[in-house]
């Protein structure tokens, strides 16, 4: 508590290319304690060769969704402390834009970080590490975030540790599943890929020509005003029990990538039909319904294509999903039953952990930090493009 | 054609395709379980003459609209671009029989290995002098003559992998060694279910770019000497080049490009 209220107080050390992420900061400048800032850097190198448990503090901000975890991990398991989220949603009929998603992360972030300290009952002094997003994303979102992570790392005294958005996804699917090598399905609203560890690097095998599969349906839900709360997908999910009809749209798999730009512009000609002539059979002769249960079925139809590709191609027979996509229960249903036909099994998360969160980003971010892995302050930029394959992956064998 | 060992140890209960089950044929043997579909050893008119029978069975997790149309389409088209392979001098299968509404496709039967097993023994556990190893680079020039000669003829694979090439070794050389992989022989390319006619630079240098990318997550250690295959490829045809030149574009496109930093 004290401690969070200290990042206020020393906000002013910064250089003044922060200055956006302390307007929210001054809100409780008043409070002088800085009781967890006097642990000097030399007692916790130290403490860092006998140590059995660690904690990180996670940050993530990579899209519309602000989230704040701590995590603990000892030798032999790992314990979620807080895992807070706070997420913009923008009016039907609208995406969230850089410049508002930042200012919302900007706007949130001093509150939630607090609430996740309290909720883990962590000071600041026990905490190890700060990481945070370093990409890809959306750049003005990633750098608000990025600005709280510094300010709390130069408060408290901690290291950085700069984590790759997609890294994060997977290290948190395999832990909290289980699942031991599989072949991961990554699909947000940002990024679509069919990813396989081998030699130290999450290898990526396919993924989107073009936009990738959330954005997709984000776009389409714009095109019929579909709510944005909780989720654009969500609600199209809801509307897709009840299609019956299953309308022709492109299916475009090339290889192991897959293309989805055309089958949105499909969908969109079809939505604007429908919205000039209505549904029923003089007007367009199919339904709203009709429409996001074709959508959905075509566009997983091609993504459980890619991954059984790829799980053939490396002789895998476990699929992970991660990504915000993967909390769709269709899409679970349909990799499920492919993975059972070839003998293996489907690890699926719930919005907790498939829905961008802070403690994967903690999660990932303590292995590298176990592993020595620091990022220096002068490091510590953003980047909207972060391949999956630039990470070494020093904590698996 | 991946994990085949593993596939005969633990063999699923698969409910044969009908042709499979007429009294008359060879009691097949199911090779694999490849993305596409199942891959059964059987025979074709005679006793002794071998064949592939590709089985895209129904996938049951695909709206059955949808998957009826998959199928039917690929069957024909892979059976048209077969033909077509064979008659402008490609080493491909030669297509025996199909029945796109029942999902098979009967296929000649390739002796030998997919390419990708072969590289991967001669890799073994090493990595040091692979950018020296002589015959695992002329591998690789087969490899690029025969993308090449492919690509010359009009045919855009779609799906190029080490997998999807057979590796079929000197005729005399199959009594002698069996389950041995050298690297001599003939590349046959398979598997083009996913395959279309073009003669776009854009299609080319994609299907190349596929093949690079597959090749690098699957052999990572031999990445090094892949620009042999491009090397090959380049001699294979007049056009070549400017596939080639293309191909860069291709490297550098939108998600593709890393931008660290």
Redesign the interface.
């Known amino acids: 508590m004290a401690a969070v209220a200290a990042a206020a107080a020393v906000s002013s050390p910064l250089p003044p290319s922060t200055s956006p992420s302390s307007t929210t900061a001054t809100t409780s400048t008043t409070t002088k304690t800085t009781t967890t800032a006097s642990s000097p850097p030399a007692a916790a190198a130290a403490a860092m060769s006998s140590k059995s448990s660690w904690i990180a503090l996670g940050c993530e901000g990579s899209a519309n969704k602000l989230g704040i975890g701590l995590i603990r991990h000892t030798p032999t398991s790992t314990t979620i402390l807080s895992n807070l989220r706070h997420t913009f949603i923008s009016p039907p009929g609208t995406g969230f834009l850089p410049k508002d998603t930042a200012l919302h992360h900007r706007t949130e972030f001093v509150a939630l970080a607090r609430r996740a300290l309290a909720e883990a009952g962590v000071r600041p002094a026990d905490v190890d590490c700060i990481c945070f997003t370093q990409g890809p994303g959306m750049g003005a979102p990633l750098t608000s975030v990025a600005i709280g992570a510094r300010t709390l790392a130069l408060l408290w005294d901690r290291p950085l540790v700069g984590v790759n958005h997609c890294v994060g996804h997977i290290e948190m699917g395999r832990e909290v599943t289980g699942a031991d090598n599989p072949v991961v399905l990554y699909v947000s609203g940002g990024n679509s890929q069919v990813i396989?560890y081998?030699?130290r690097?999450y290898?990526?095998?396919g993924?989107?020509?073009?936009i990738a599969v959330g954005n997709c349906l984000d776009r389409f839900a714009r095109v019929l005003s579909i709510s944005n709360d909780p989720a654009p997908g969500y609600n199209i999910e809801q509307l897709a029990k009840k299609g019956t009809r299953?309308l022709d749209l492109p299916?475009v798999?090339?290889?192991?990538?897959c293309s989805f730009s055309g089958i949105l512009a499909s969908a969109e000609a079809l939505a604007a039909q429908l919205l000039q002539l209505g549904p029923g059979p003089e007007g367009a002769g199919f339904t709203v319904e009709d429409l996001c249960f074709s959508l959905q079925?075509?566009i997983f139809?091609m993504l459980?294509?890619i991954t059984?590709?790829?799980?053939?191609?490396?002789?895998s027979s476990q699929v992970l999903i991660v990504g915000g996509v993967g909390c769709n229960e269709r899409l679970q249903?349909?990799?499920a039953?492919?993975a059972k036909?070839?003998?293996g099994s489907v690890f699926a998360m719930d919005e907790r952990f498939c829905i961008d969160n802070g403690i994967m980003i903690a999660h990932a971010g303590l292995l590298a930090y176990r592993t020595g892995f620091r990022t220096p302050l002068e490091e510590s930029?953003c980047?909207?493009?972060?391949?999956t394959d630039?990470v070494y992956v020093n904590w698996r064998d | 054609m991946t994990a085949t060992a593993a596939e005969a140890a633990a063999p699923h209960d698969f409910p044969l395709p009908k042709i499979l089950t007429n009294p008359a044929s060879t009691p097949p043997t199911l090779i694999t379980q490849g993305a596409e579909g199942r891959l059964y050893k059987t025979t074709y008119l005679l006793p002794d003459i071998p064949c592939a029978l590709k089985y895209r069975p129904p996938k049951p997790w695909r709206h059955p609209v949808l998957d009826q149309r998959l199928t039917k389409h690929r069957i024909l088209s892979e059976a048209r671009i077969l033909s077509k392979c064979r008659r402008d001098g490609l080493r491909v299968p030669d297509v025996y029989a199909l029945d796109e509404a029942a999902g098979w496709l009967m296929l000649e039967w390739v002796q030998g290995t997919p390419v990708r097993v072969n590289i991967n023994q001669r890799l073994g556990s090493r990595t040091e002098g692979i950018e020296d190893d002589e015959e695992l680079k002329d591998l690789m020039r087969r490899i690029g003559a025969a993308v090449g000669k492919m690509h010359s003829i009009g045919v855009i694979h779609g799906d190029l992998t080490t997998s999807n090439m057979m590796l079929k070794p000197p005729a005399q050389q199959q009594q002698t060694t069996d389950g041995a992989t050298g690297l001599e022989g003939e590349i046959v390319i398979i598997d083009l279910g996913l395959a279309s006619g073009g003669v776009h630079d854009e299609d080319r240098a994609v299907d190349l770019y596929v093949l690079e990318r597959a090749f690098g997550s699957t052999h990572p250690r031999a990445e090094c000497i892949f620009g042999e295959v491009l090397d090959a490829y380049r001699q294979s045809y007049k056009q070549a080049g400017v596939t080639l030149k293309k191909l860069e574009d291709v490297r550098m496109r939108g998600r593709k490009r890393s931008m660290l930093g």
């Open positions: 396989a081998a030699e690097r290898r990526i095998f993924e989107t020509l073009d299953l299916y798999v090339k290889g192991m990538d079925e075509t139809a459980v294509e059984e590709r790829a799980m053939a191609h490396v002789g249903e349909m990799i039953s492919m036909e070839r003998g930029v980047t909207q493009r972060f391949r630039d």
